[in-house]
């Protein structure tokens, strides 16, 4: 099952520059898209989403963009700091009338992000 | 802020023995699911319970697995019998009743010898 995809295991990126994650899917009834930061022996720690109808969602220092005609997601994060330093996963959400809106989330395998001072 | 709280952070168990995994989702919310994570791989989406029932389940979740919210705080994960494969990250999460966002807890790390 590879319905969400992040193909880049790790990305190292020097302190203050801009941090680019990549996100691809494959399922067109996804309608919604969650990005999540993980630190070891801690749960996923949501930071931002975006709806299929938008094409970016910014706050603060993290922006989402999505091009649904490529069905690729990217999570940009400026400036880069140590403290981002953290597992990121991309997840997604699809409506399914059978299950009333349960909205399970469907994650990629994560990103490695080390940001080095 | 509120958030999700998961008992135990860490349990040991002999395979074949029952375990019980505990959440305590944030208050107001309608949506409670389980997710878990084997070391190395994705997290995957085990089950959805919205108003006293399962809403939905995975091909994961089979006759072993139960779910329970017993009162009107917390949220339960039976495994009857557990199996060497069920040793992973067990994580519990909520959610409003609009909205996507779910919140996830700390987790619970199920170790089966």
């Known amino acids: 099952d590879q319905q969400v995809k992040q193909n880049s295991p790790s990305l190292s990126v020097q302190e203050g520059r801009i941090s680019i994650l990549n996100c691809d899917y494959t399922?067109?009834?996804?309608?919604?898209f969650l990005w999540y930061k993980k630190y070891p022996a801690e749960g996923p720690t949501f930071l931002i989403s975006?709806?299929?109808?938008?094409d970016k969602n910014e706050d603060g220092r993290f922006t989402v963009f999505l091009n649904k005609s490529a069905k690729h997601l990217s999570l940009h994060i400026v400036p880069s700091q140590p403290g981002d330093s953290a597992v990121y996963f991309c997840?997604?959400?699809?409506?399914?009338?059978?299950?009333?809106?349960?909205?399970?989330?469907?994650f990629g395998s994560g990103t490695q992000l080390t940001v080095l001072p | 802020e509120p958030e999700v709280t998961q008992t135990p952070s860490h349990q040991v168990t002999q395979m074949g023995q029952e375990v019980i995994l505990r959440c305590v989702p944030i208050?107001?919310?309608?949506?409670f699911y389980w997710y878990r994570q084997i070391l190395g791989q994705k997290v995957e989406f085990l089950v959805s319970?919205?108003?006293?029932?399962?809403s939905e389940k995975s091909e994961i979740f089979d006759d072993q697995f139960s779910v329970e919210r017993p009162d009107g705080s917390n949220f339960t994960l039976k495994i009857r019998s557990t199996k060497l494969e069920d040793s992973a990250m067990y994580f519990c999460?909520?959610?409003w009743g609009t909205g996507v966002t779910q919140y996830f807890g700390p987790g619970t790390r199920l170790t089966v010898l």
């Open positions: 999460a909520s959610r």
């Open positions: 208050s107001n919310h309608l949506y």
């Open positions: 319970f919205y108003n006293n029932e399962i």
């Open positions: 399922n067109s009834m996804f309608d919604y």
């Open positions: 975006i709806s299929s109808i938008k």
């Open positions: 997840a997604a959400s699809a409506l399914q009338i059978s299950s009333g809106s349960a909205r399970q989330l469907t």
